[in-house]
Structure formats: structure tokens, C-alpha cells
């Protein structure tokens, strides 16, 4: 397995030039996608998917790219962005031609990607991302726009964006720790290379690996540049658990915890549940009674422009400043509650499997990546799939796989949890405790799944 992985490697070094025109071609599609939506109207009815740009381009991008591209994070790791994304293909590209300036000490903040994933997900509600061509540019589209003017200024040809700015790459460097494959660093070979002064040609890795000392997924993009690099470093099937379990350890972080408790399994599922939620609409309307009663009407009207609050009178779609301020303060009270929550319980866990140490909490709660990469699938497949019930699909199944892969990321996250705490402690009693409160922590996350799928 390992011996045909590597061939697969060095036959995508091989194919570099292939696949440099790949990438240039998803970026006139994605171009194309994203800008000529925006000068044609708004789908009436009887528009679908084949016959009308606007709701063809809505399911490329929130049906199909979006959804897989993150379940491809979890089983090729971030090939995606060292392959195809058009925002790392054009921030490389710009910076071969721009200043080359070193990058400055507050790009490498390490809460970019926490701050990135909050706001772009928070700001994406307020404008109806998903729903409308217009929003998506200002989103994607100043996304892209931020790639190329960082590339202009930053590095000789390197990925400064997507290491440090881009707003997913924290959620991609999460998921693409449960790959199983990576680029495996063989150190022996690597000191043999080095003993026997053979040549090698320094190996352009666009997002700044330290290659001799790679260990995990999380900042490789899966380029392939460096497959065979002084025949020390392969593509490698590993197991699914190894860079949690092992690399966890050492290298979990306070703002990856954060991005997990408080991002992906609060953020994110509020985002996704406020439309649904009959809690948002109840207190929305005790609000709008309370503002009525006491004639404050400013906040009820819907005369902010459509880049600040969805504003889209002509198909009767328009956010009043009463509902941005519910839809953030909404989403950020779930965020508070489930984060809260889930470290309570990871910490109560931390205590049962031994002493106290918030390595250990950040360690365990990257046994939360399962739950969290999939529970946010599942939460943009709803588009998904309401675009293709709209095309009179009949998707019987999709309560039965739903359900299926929740099940799924629970037995995961319980299986790296149990080989976490068996590094701590060899007691089975205290091991026990230990997946019970991280039991309870899925179960609360399954809980606000259950409402959004099952039960609202
Ligand atoms: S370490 Fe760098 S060069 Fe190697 S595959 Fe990853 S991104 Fe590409």
C-alpha cells in the first residue's frame, strides 16, 4: 500500500505542468461562476438548476464544492489546496510577480484562522451567502481579492494567505489531521542523503513546510512537490488516529480548541440552526412587541443595503436591523452555550482520566474533529439537498445517512478519545470516566443535530 501510495506521489510531481492547467481552468470557472450571476436576474419559479446560471453556479458552490470539499479534507487531507483551490493557485501566482516582502509578525498571529471562520460565517448569514449571487461575490470574491493583494505584497512565490489567512485554513488544517495518508518524512534516509552529499534541488513548498521535520497533515497542501525529495519523503497511508492521538499531544493548541468547541460545534451549527429554530422567531417577535410598544421602529425597518443585511425586496427577501442583530446574537448565544458545554465536559474528562493540564484539554478536544468536520457536512449537505428536491429528486435515503454519519463520527471521536486517555493513565476506572464525559459532550452536539434534522 505504502510502495503504490508513493507512486501516486511522485506520478503527481511528475505531472506538475497537468496539473498547473487544472488549476488555471477551475479559476475561469470559478471566475466565471462567481461574476456572471450577478448581472442576471433573480431566478423566478420555474428556473432549475440546468436551465438558469444563477441556480447552477448556488449548487456548484454551496451544494457540491463547499460540502466535499471539506469530506475531501478528511480523507485526502488538504489536497484541495495544494491541487485545485483557485485562491491558492492565484496567491501564488501573484506573489512570483509582487514585492516578495517578508511576512510581517502580525499575519503569524496564530488566531487568524479562529477570527477568519467567525466573521466570514457570521457576515455570510447577514447577506445570504448561499441564496444570492451578490453576496457570494462580496464573500468569495473578496476572499479571492484579500489571496491576491497578499500575494502581491507578501513572499517569493509562497502561499502566505493560505497559511495564515485564509478563513478556512484553521478548519482545514483540523480535518486534514484525520487523513490516512500524508507525506511521511523518513529521517535515516534523510541523514543518508544528507551523509552522502547528494545533490538535491531545494524543493518549493508553497506553503512553508519545514520539510525535514514534517510530522503532521495540518500546513501540508499535498502538492507532491517534495514527493521523493532526497528519498526520504513519501506519500504513506497512516491511521486515520495517528496525528490526534499521537501529534496531539505537542502540538494541540488553546485556538484550535477554540476553533472546535466554539467554531465548527458552535458557530457553525448556530448558523445553521437559526433558520429553523422556532426559539429565534419567538424571541424575535417578543423583541419586535417590546420595540413596537415603546415606538422605537428604527430597528424594524429593512432599509439597510443589501452588502450590510439581506436586501432583496423584488423576490420579498429583506432583513430588518432587529434581525442581524438576533441572527448574530443568536448564533454567538449558541456558540457560547455549546462551547461552554463541551469544554465543561472535556474538562470534567481531563480530571477523571488523571491530573490536571490544559494540554490535555486541548489534546482531547481535538477528539472532537470527527464530530465536528462531519456535523458541519451534513449542515451544508442540507443545501444540498434542498436544491435537489426542488428539482422533484426523491431523496428517501437522506434521513437514514444523516443519521448514519452521525453514528459514524461518534464511534470516531470516541475512538480517539479512548486512545488519548490511554496515554495518560493505565487505570480502566479513570479511563471509563474519562469517555463518559466525552460521551456526554457528543451527545449534546448530536442533541443540536437531532433538533435541526429530526425534530424542528
Ligand atoms: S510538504 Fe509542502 S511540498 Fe510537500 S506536499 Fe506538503 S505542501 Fe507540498
Redesign the pocket.
Known sequence: MRVSLARVGDWLRDHARAIRAVQWVLVLVYGFLLLVPVFLPLPDDSARILNNLTLFAQFVFWGIWWPFVLLSMVLFGRLWC?MLCPEGSLTEWTSRHGLGRAIPRWMRWNGWPVVGFASTTLYGQLVSVYQYPKAAMLVLGGSTLAAIAVGLVYTRGKRAWCRHLCPVTGVFALLGKLAPMH?RVDETRWLESAKNRRITIA?D???L?P?RH?KGNSG???????SGYRDAISLSARSPAQEVVELGAVEATAWQTVLILYGLLGIAIGAFHWTASPWFIAVKQACADWLAARDIVWPLENNAPWWLLTHYPQVNDTFTWLDGGMIVAYILATSLLLGSTLSLCLAVAVRSGGRWHWQRFHHLAQSLIPQAGIGVFLGLSTLTVSLLKAEGLHLWWVSGARLGLLLLANVWSLWLARGIVRGWTPDRARQSGALVAVALALLAVDGAWALLFWYW
Do not use: D, F, I
Not at 501540508?220 to 517534495?226: D, G, K, L, T
Open positions: 495544494g507525506y524543493v513548498c508553497a506553503p513546510m520539510l514534517m501540508c497542501h499535498m502538492c507532491a512537490r517534495c
